[in-house]
C-alpha cells in the first residue's frame, strides 16, 4: 500500500531525445507527488512536484503528466542532455505523515 | 538561501565508537528529516522532527539517537553501529504542513561502520 513502483530501473538515451519514467502508486491518501534528481556524491534535489488536482505540469523541458484513475504519474525529459544523467526518484507524499520514495531511475544520456 | 548543510562529509568509525551526525539549515523551516541511503537504493526515512518535536521513528534501532536541540540544527548520534548501516545518510528540511512541502537535502554524511 505504501510501496511507489517506478520503471524503468535503467534508461539510455540520445543526446535531444526524449526520456520518459512511470510511476505508480496504490495509497490513495497520497497527494503530493515529487520527482528528485540525484547525481552521484549528492543529495537529492527536487526536480518539479505535482498534485493530483493537475494532470500535467510542465516545467522548462521537464514535464509531469498524472492519471489519478489510473493512479500513475510519469516524467518526460524532453530535448534529453549529456548533463541530465543521474538518477531520477519519483516520490509521493500523504500529508507530509509518509514520504515514499520509488526504487530509482539511472538515466544516461549520450553525447 | 536553500542550503542544508551537513558535517562530516565522510565518517569511518569502529563497533564501539560513538559518533554525531551533524545537520542545520537556516531556512526557518520547522520539520527535520533524517533519511538512510543505500548504494543504487532510495532514500529510507528514520526520523522526522516538527518543531523540534519527534514526530516520526520509523522503527529505527536504538543504536540511532536523534536530537535536535533547536529548530535550525539536527544531530543524528550514533553508537554501537553494525557494519550493515555503513550508508549515505541524508537530512533534509522543509515547512511543516498539510503536505506538499518541498523537501530540501543535504550533500550527505559518508559512513563507513569496520
Known amino acids: 500500500q505504501q510501496q511507489v513502483k517506478q520503471s524503468p530501473q535503467s534508461l539510455i538515451v540520445q543526446k535531444g531525445g526524449i526520456s520518459i519514467i512511470n510511476c505508480a502508486y496504490e495509497?490513495?491518501?497520497?497527494?503530493?507527488f515529487p520527482w528528485y534528481q540525484q547525481f552521484p556524491g549528492k543529495g537529492p534535489a527536487l526536480l518539479i512536484a505535482i498534485r493530483p488536482d493537475v494532470s500535467e505540469k510542465k516545467e522548462g523541458r521537464f514535464t509531469i503528466s498524472f492519471n489519478k484513475s489510473a493512479k500513475q504519474f510519469s516524467l518526460h525529459i524532453m530535448d534529453s542532455q549529456p548533463g541530465d544523467s543521474a538518477t531520477y526518484f519519483c516520490?509521493?507524499?500523504?500529508?507530509?505523515?509518509?514520504?515514499?520514495f520509488g526504487p530509482g531511475t539511472r538515466l544516461s544520456v549520450l553525447p | 538561501d536553500t542550503e542544508v548543510t551537513q558535517t562530516p562529509k565522510h565518517l569511518v568509525m569502529g563497533m564501539t565508537n560513538k559518533k554525531s551526525l551533524k545537520c542545520e539549515q537556516h531556512?526557518?523551516?520547522?520539520?527535520m528529516y533524517w533519511y538512510k541511503q543505500k548504494a543504487k537504493k532510495p532514500p529510507e526515512l528514520m526520523f522526522v522532527?516538527?518543531?523540534?518535536?519527534?514526530?516520526i521513528n520509523e522503527s529505527v534501532p536504538s543504536r540511532f539517537s536523534p536530537e535536535c536541540p533547536n529548530s535550525s540544527l539536527l544531530n543524528l548520534h550514533l553508537h554501537a553501529l553494525q557494519p550493515e548501516d555503513s550508508a549515505l545518510y541524508l537530512c533534509?528540511?522543509?515547512?511543516?504542513?498539510?503536505?506538499?512541502?518541498?523537501?530540501?537535502f543535504g550533500p550527505g554524511t559518508r559512513l563507513l561502520v569496520l
Open positions: 531556512m526557518g523551516h520547522r520539520a
Open positions: 533534509a528540511s522543509s515547512q511543516v504542513g498539510q503536505g506538499g512541502e518541498t523537501q530540501y
Open positions: 516520490a509521493a507524499s500523504d500529508r507530509g505523515q509518509n514520504f515514499v
Open positions: 495509497n490513495t491518501a497520497f497527494d503530493y
Open positions: 522532527y516538527s518543531y523540534e518535536k519527534l514526530s
